[in-house]
């Protein structure tokens, strides 16, 4: 039976009246791969985008960087990051580059100013020039010239999908998402990564096995890089950001990480040690993220998971409002997620 159409996640209200909608796909699957609800297009395929930061990471913390670089919560929480270019997080991005012997002109991500706004106007205001450490993906990129300084691999090309470090990577993201290699469609990414696509349900897979206690697979580098995560949540992305703050209120329950055009992932830890891990994964289908925090919580509260302590610390992203110039309130983003339950 085909999939249906996407689906309504939410609707932007102005004076009462819906003014335009945002809809999209969710999957939510357990750590065996059973699906447990959905609604929209949960086997329609997707590029993973940002979300696939953790498996990147994976070569890295499997062969032993985390000794031989001597990297702590921030550095691997920051290559697992959609950072927004605040001064903690060039400094560390920078100090990741230096246990490598590497320097900024071996990033191969591109510079862009700082997504965090003070960050990118003390910038300008100081006379300086944004650079790649500024990228939000140069913690990623850092951690992937490590990756190649440890196992042995020339540096030159790490960003280009023959390159032998992208087929570690992409053995990663098949064992975690359960869909062969071969089958894994690949593009360019913004940063010039691969990028990878593959099923909704997969991404909603992977990151269920990421929380996993008892998945037999890489499960010691899934581990470290969600204790990074979660341990390091402004390193994730930064001050101001639904991410950062979704990572604190959950205290190691949960994790979470955006990707571009409106994608999504979670990953939730069984609350009993008998209890599968759940992983959500959903896409906005216009690519927007205003609704994005929005429908990522409705969603928990679908599935009573969004308990009255991380409700009420995460309740500015959960009812979003609209302002107008001068600051007054004129409207809400109002999340309208209905699940199928299909298990």
Sequence with gaps: ???????????????????????????????????????????????????????????????????????????????C???????????????????????????????????????????????????????????????LLLTCRLLGLPPRGYWEPWHPLQAEILARVSEFTGVPSAEIGLAVDGCSLPVYFLPLSALALSYARLLSRGWPGESGAAARAVRAMTGSPGMVAGKDRFTTDFLAAGSGRWIGKEGAEGVYAVGLKGRRKDEKAIGIAFKVEDGSSRSRDAVCLAILERLGRLGAGPRSRLSRWRDPVIRNVRGEEVGEVRAEVSLTADG
Aim: aromatic content about 2%.
């Design 81 to 143: 990051a959609s950072h927004g270019g605040e001064p903690r997080h060039v400094r560390v991005a920078r100090r990741i580059l230096a246990r490598g012997g590497f320097g900024i002109g071996d990033l191969a991500c591109g510079a862009h100013l700082p997504m965090h706004e003070p960050s990118a106007r003390a910038l300008l205001a100081a006379g300086e020039k944004p650079t790649a450490l500024h990228n939000n993906c140069s913690g990623k990129h850092a951690g």
């Design 1 to 79: 039976m085909p999939d249906a159409a996407p689906a309504l996640l939410a609707r932007v209200l102005r004076g009462g009246r819906t003014e335009s909608v945002h809809r999209g796909s969710v999957a939510v699957v357990d750590e065996d791969g059973r699906m447990l609800g959905s609604c929209g297009q949960p086997g329609g395929a997707i590029y993973l985008r940002s979300a696939a930061k953790p498996f990147q990471v994976m070569p890295l913390l499997a062969s032993g960087g985390e000794r031989a670089f001597r990297l702590g919560n921030d550095e691997i929480a920051l290559m």
